[in-house]
């Protein structure tokens, strides 16, 4: 139903085991009023110079441990950098001796190998303690051999694993016709970004140049270049297996291939690297991106002045936060993403739009709006002109819907006329890109080729990009604010595809943020922005979920893990984002009158929050489901602001409802 994970039995709501909630508190305005105050002054305080906000963006130990793999294939090591870095890793490392994809999170070995080969790599001993505890967690989970692809090309990088242990990826997919099973138009933007630069090192199969010497023989159960199962069905099903013969195949015959049908090849993709390579931004704003287009470069023999190499590298290092002796890398950066949330926060706390603050904000955002690229995405819609935004500082090939929608609705909301030309190609651009089935995908339509979920390469099961209702609600919000309705064709299969796609207890999947409560917010606000009865029993359903998921003490809390189905009901405790996000889409739905509502502003109240900001250490959202978390830290600081003040709009103005979109 949603591509990642979709189940076909009602299931357990997150509060099953939670003791009935508390009665319905008391909200003293004042109380009120001042924390939404002190939490917009904390906010406004955080603004940059130019007019937008960003905050950190943190993913797991396969990013730092990354870096340090990327300088030590290099050979060029920055002692200091790698000193923050490892202490960074010993740091986040888990309980049960390995690393986790979030925070508190379940041993994963994928993140465990690359972390004990940054911290080897780092000068660490294979004798201490923490390295110990991680090896033996290692052997225990089936050693080295079993790790991801994209863990084992890292490895196959650093000689430590044989090139059989990767899947046939020859560069000569360059070269293939669009109608071909296997085209880059059909993956994802991550993936394409992420696959082109590769296959140069596939092509060219280096060895790092690891000064140090390091090996990590000691995680494998088989000796790795004796191991015989490197590649598995990701799937299980039939079709994993016919696509495991093919790659052999293509093993097999790849030798025979002209030579100068691979260099015709490679010239195609450092072509096509080159021309979206962003700048410091780099090759799609994603580390992944960034890191093989340095190591392409770097094999391909750039010297180490060369603009582009020079370029890509510096991308990769503005990737970088530094704090409190330790250090970690970011996946990428989030200022789009930030800038228009905290706009809309900002304009519900009652802040002027034509004030300084705002005005500095909107006019940023105006000026990042991508008009003179037709990116990726136009090749399945080339009749659509551009007018889209990225979620980074710059990526013109790479708009996407999700953040398209959310600007659009906040310069709506700021009614700044410099704003419209941008509201109306927002609009336009949104239009073009609804998916035949109704929804939107994130930065491509109709990425829906679900096949190739089967071949050996997308073990991680994230190679596309399909609608999902999230971003598809985030659409429609927009379309409606800006003064459509239920009945526009858009808007009417957009609601359709959200029909069709929610969840059998009432939830709707959460794409980019953790996770049904995520995805049920962003849902409920679409439909009351379209005009949906609320009374429809498919809405009185998701609001019946939501209520049923709050804790006793007023809070919303979900866990990463229920990205796996028959973890579905997992949380660790409440968090101040996730509750602010229950609270938004149980207002949408009328219910700001009900005791849930009233105990969910009390839980935000008492929360903890210094200067403005609320406490969060959980992660809250997702790259990629089961394989990449995040977490944004900017979450806790405009989501709560945002769920206080709509509750004083509401509560003051004696109304049901917001008009807003979101």
Same mark, same amino acid.
């Given at each position: ?23 319905? &508190? ?21 603004? $940059?110079? !130019?007019?937008?906000?960003?905050y ?12 340090? =793999? ?35 999170? $379940? ?10 080969l940054?911290?080897?790599l ?10 110990q505890?991680?090896?033996e ?73 690891? &000064? ?34 093919v790659?052999?195949?293509?093993? =097999? ?39 093989n ?12 002045? +060369?603009?582009?190499f ?15 002796g ?36 909107? !006019? ?7 008009? $003179? ?20 500082y ?13 600007? *659009? =609705? ?16 927002g ?21 829906? +080729? ?12 994230a190679?596309?990009?399909? %609608? ?30 959200? #029909?069709r ?35 429809? %029993?498919?809405?009185?359903?998701? *609001? ?50 009900? &005791? ?7 839980f935000?109240? !008492?929360? &903890? +929050? ?40 509401? #509560? ?9 979109g =979101?």
């Amino acid at each position: 139903m949603n591509g990642f994970t979709t189940s076909t039995a009602p299931a357990p709501p997150l509060q099953e085991a939670r003791p009935h909630p508390r009665a319905e &508190p008391v909200i003293d305005a004042t109380t009120l009023d001042s924390v939404i105050d002190s939490a917009a002054q904390s906010l406004i305080g955080q603004q $940059d110079a !130019d007019g937008s906000w960003v905050y950190e963006l943190e993913a797991d130990a396969t990013i730092p441990a990354e870096y340090i =793999m990327l300088e030590h294939f290099l050979g060029d090591i920055d002692p200091e950098i790698e000193r923050k870095l490892a202490a960074y890793l010993r740091d986040v490392q888990g309980e049960h001796g390995g690393w986790p994809l979030y925070h508190l999170g $379940d041993f994963n070995l994928s993140a465990s190998v690359k972390a004990y080969l940054a911290l080897k790599l780092a000068g660490d001993a294979p004798e201490a303690p923490h390295m110990q505890r991680a090896r033996e967690a290692i052997l225990a989970h089936g050693g080295a051999a079993r790790t991801n692809v994209f863990t084992r090309i890292s490895l196959a990088l650093f000689r430590q694993v044989p090139w059989r242990a990767i899947p046939a990826m020859p560069p000569e997919i360059m070269l293939l016709p669009r109608w071909f099973p296997f085209h880059l138009t059909k993956v994802s933007y991550w993936s394409r970004t992420v696959i082109v630069p590769l296959l140069i090192l596939l092509a060219r199969k280096p060895a790092a140049l690891n &000064p140090r010497g390091v090996n990590i023989a000691e995680l494998f159960t088989t000796a790795p270049f004796d191991e015989r199962h490197y590649l598995v069905n990701p799937t299980g099903k039939p079709l994993g297996d016919v696509l495991l013969t093919v790659d052999r195949i293509v093993r =097999m015959v790849e030798p025979l291939f002209p030579k100068s049908l691979q260099r015709r090849s490679i010239e195609k993709a450092v072509a096509w690297v080159t021309e979206r390579l962003n700048g410091e931004d780099g090759l799609g704003g994603i580390f992944p991106a960034m890191v093989n287009t340095v190591l392409a470069f770097h094999v391909l023999g750039y010297p180490k002045d +060369h603009p582009d190499f020079v370029t890509a590298r510096e991308a990769v290092r503005k990737l970088l936060v530094f704090k409190n002796g330790y250090g970690y890398c970011q996946p990428c950066m989030s200022p789009v993403w930030d800038t228009g949330l905290a706009l809309h926060a900002l304009l519900e706390a009652g802040e002027p739009a034509n004030s300084p603050v705002m005005k500095s904000a909107i !006019d940023w955002l105006i000026d990042r709006q991508i008009t $003179d690229v037709r990116g990726d995405w136009a090749g399945a819609r080339p009749d659509t002109s551009p007018g889209g935004w990225a979620f980074q500082y710059r990526n013109d090939y790479y708009p996407d819907t999700d953040d398209t929608g959310m600007v *659009v =609705m906040a310069l709506q909301r700021s009614e700044d006329p410099a704003a419209k030309p941008a509201i109306e190609r927002g609009i336009q651009w949104i239009l073009g890109m609804q998916s035949k089935n109704g929804g939107w995908g994130s930065f491509d339509a109709d990425n829906t +080729h679900a096949y190739l979920n089967h071949i050996p390469f997308a073990d991680h099961g994230a190679l596309l990009d399909p %609608p999902t209702a999230d971003v598809s609600a985030r659409c429609i919000g927009a379309l409606c604010q800006h003064g459509m309705d239920r009945n526009h064709p858009a808007v009417a299969r957009g609601i359709e595809f959200l #029909k069709r796609d929610q969840e059998p207890d009432g939830s709707w999947f959460g794409r980019w943020g953790t996770n049904y409560i995520y995805g049920t917010w962003s849902v409920l606000c679409a439909l009351n922005a379209a005009g949906e009865d609320p009374s429809q %029993p498919y809405i009185q359903k998701a *609001v019946a979920w939501l209520k049923a998921c709050q804790f006793a003490d007023g809070g919303w809390g979900e866990d990463c893990s229920t990205y796996w189905d028959h973890r579905r009901g997992e949380a660790k405790a409440p968090t101040p984002s996730q509750t602010a996000w229950a609270l938004l889409g149980l207002m949408a739905a009328g219910e700001v009158d009900s &005791p849930e509502v009233a105990r969910g502003i009390r839980f935000l109240i !008492d929360a &903890p +929050h210094a200067d403005g900001g609320w406490q969060e250490d959980v992660y809250n959202a997702v790259g990629f489901p089961r394989v990449f978390y995040l977490k944004y830290h900017g979450y806790a600081k405009y989501f709560p602001l945002w769920a206080l003040a709509r509750y004083r709009t509401l #509560k003051s103005g004696n109304r049901a409802t917001t008009p807003h979109g =979101m």
